[in-house]
């Protein structure tokens, strides 16, 4: 299959041999996207942006990253208006609220779901990202491009089998996706290529997260390190996704790129 503008991220995500190649993309799109709303273009600044961020706001993880990230004026100002537009619906959310009566029942019963206006405001708000929506909606478009190459090019077919797999929770959102983007025989081929792989893996980070744990007898202290340096991070990444070794990404002179990794998410 000739190699197209957004096959690219994924060739380019096998091709770097990492645990999992939905992380390597995750964290590059995640980048881009700091470096889009506080980067040197100064997107903050630019009306229909912010009309976006004054809605959706942030989650607190991307909050965190955006205060690590630094610019201070860009959060500034995006706070700025966040608070406004937050303030306006607090006051119609309190203005409109009435308690409901409590029964007996009421009082005993565990809490389930949410059934209190305010609560069911905040819970929405507490959720609502503009970083993680455009994610989410990039992420869809590289799932299909993956059974798109999956089913049409051989060589990445080949670049699949021969990786480290994937994290469980990228491989669990493959295995949902396949169930929509391949038709049976498809599906045959796809899951007995990935359950070996998958489980060669795992056993492969067990393996050495254990030796790592030995290398601490010390009988072993002349031993071979093998693979287990990084194992930890490795094996948390394996497990849960995301990079729990990377050091905060920060804003540089070099930022707010339009890289090919941003093009799915405009």
Not at 84 to 97: D, G, P, R, S, V
Not at 110 to 135: L, M, P, V
Not at 249 to 265: D, E, T
Request: charge should be neutral.
């Amino acid at each position: 299959m000739k190699e197209k503008l957004y096959t690219i991220p994924l060739n380019d995500a096998i091709n770097a041999q990492d645990e999992c190649p939905f992380c390597f993309i995750e964290r590059n799109v995640e980048q881009d996207l700091l470096d889009f709303a506080l980067g040197s273009g100064s997107s903050y600044m630019e009306s229909d942006v912010r009309e976006q961020t004054d809605r959706e706001g942030f989650c607190r993880n991307h909050f965190k990253k955006m205060f690590d990230y630094g610019n201070t004026l860009g959060n500034a100002w995006i706070l700025k208006t966040h608070y406004q537009k937050m303030n306006q619906e607090l006051h119609e959310k309190i203005k409109a609220f009435s308690p409901g009566k409590t029964s007996l029942k009421d009082k005993f019963k565990k809490q389930t779901e949410r059934t209190n206006a305010i609560g069911i405001w905040a819970a929405e708000k507490d959720t609502s990202c503009y970083i993680c929506k455009r994610y989410a909606d990039t992420y869809e478009r590289y799932l299909d491009t993956f059974f798109v190459m999956f089913k049409k090019d051989a060589e990445f077919r080949a670049k699949v089998k021969e990786s480290k797999g994937f994290c469980l929770h990228h491989f669990g959102d493959l295995c949902e996706a396949a169930d929509s983007r391949l038709n049976d025989k498809e599906k045959k081929e796809f899951y007995d290529m990935v359950f070996p792989l998958m489980e060669a893996n795992m056993a492969r980070l067990s393996e050495d997260v254990s030796w790592l744990v030995e290398k601490f007898d010390y009988r072993n202290k002349d031993a071979d390190w093998k693979n287990s340096k990084d194992a930890i991070q490795r094996g948390m990444q394996k497990l849960k996704g995301g990079y729990p070794a990377d050091p905060p990404y920060q804003a540089n002179n070099q930022n707010h790129r339009l890289s090919r990794w941003f093009v799915l998410a405009l």
